[in-house]
């Protein structure tokens, strides 16, 4: 095992109990969202959830079934990086006995990162450029300047790589679009171009670099969800 996925794995065996666990049931239609919390770890075993009894948990009760395959979330936003650690799984049983778990198996790979770090994330999510609304007014209804995706994010910034656009100019706004999958969600952020660099090997396309502009915690968020999106399309091309 890569000493990386080693340490992720004693990463998670470590996490305490009573941490926030979000769930994603994997339907084929709309994808179930649960939150509960933590039990305990079985490395390379088991690990073990509270069973929820509210609505949700209640709308959800045909699909919380044996085998059924699930992404689990986990965002320890109390520490000073606030990692992130997300994985596919699948329902391994539920337990009545000695009380209300849900027991999912023992990952066999986890993506984890760190959402404060200020080093850039190698990603690869399809976006675009608007133009802002001092520009155009509704900018979220008006066309693309670009379509592209990105190459590597971080709270402070990214990259952006599409064909050259000659509209695109160093020190200006623009929003990026991004389209969270499967949740369908479209987020928007504001940003300013700061650098246009041609890519090796690559005539055709080229990368604008830029930083948010927006308070620590809107990037927080926004950069937590382009990250969880890009993991979650990793784990479909495993």
């Known amino acids: 095992m890569p000493q990386s996925q080693a340490y992720e794995f004693s990463y998670l065996d470590n996490i305490a109990c ?33 069973l929820g009894s509210d609505k949700n948990w209640q709308q959800a009760s045909d699909f919380i079934a044996q085998s059924q395959g699930v992404i689990i979330r986990i965002v320890k936003s109390d520490e000073p990086d606030a990692n992130v ?56 209804e008006v066309a693309a300047l670009a379509h592209g995706y990105l190459s590597d994010i971080s709270i402070k910034g ?13 020190e200006h706004s623009y929003l990026l679009q991004v389209k969270i999958m499967p949740e369908m969600e479209t987020l928007f952020m504001p940003i300013t171009v700061k650098n246009i660099l041609s890519i090796e090997h690559d005539k055709q396309h080229t990368q604008y670099g830029f930083v948010l502009d927006s ?20 784990s479909d091309t495993d």
């Open 18 to 50: 009573n941490t926030e666990v979000n769930i994603q049931i994997l339907t084929p239609t709309q994808p179930i969202r649960l939150r509960t919390r933590l039990i305990g770890v079985d490395p390379q075993v088991a690990i073990i959830l509270a």
């Open 85 to 140: 650690i997300a994985f596919r799984t699948c329902i391994q049983k539920l337990v009545n006995s000695s009380g209300r778990w849900l027991l999912i198996d023992y990952p066999k790979e986890i993506q984890k990162v760190a959402l404060r770090q200020h080093s850039r994330i190698p990603i690869n999510v399809e976006s675009s450029l608007k133009p802002t609304s001092d520009q155009v007014g509704e900018s979220n």
């Open 158 to 170: 990214g990259a952006f790589v599409c064909k050259k656009i000659n509209t695109i100019k160093k």
């Open 215 to 234: 308070v620590q915690r809107e990037a927080e968020i926004f950069v937590q969800k382009v990250i969880l999106n890009h993991l979650l399309q990793q």
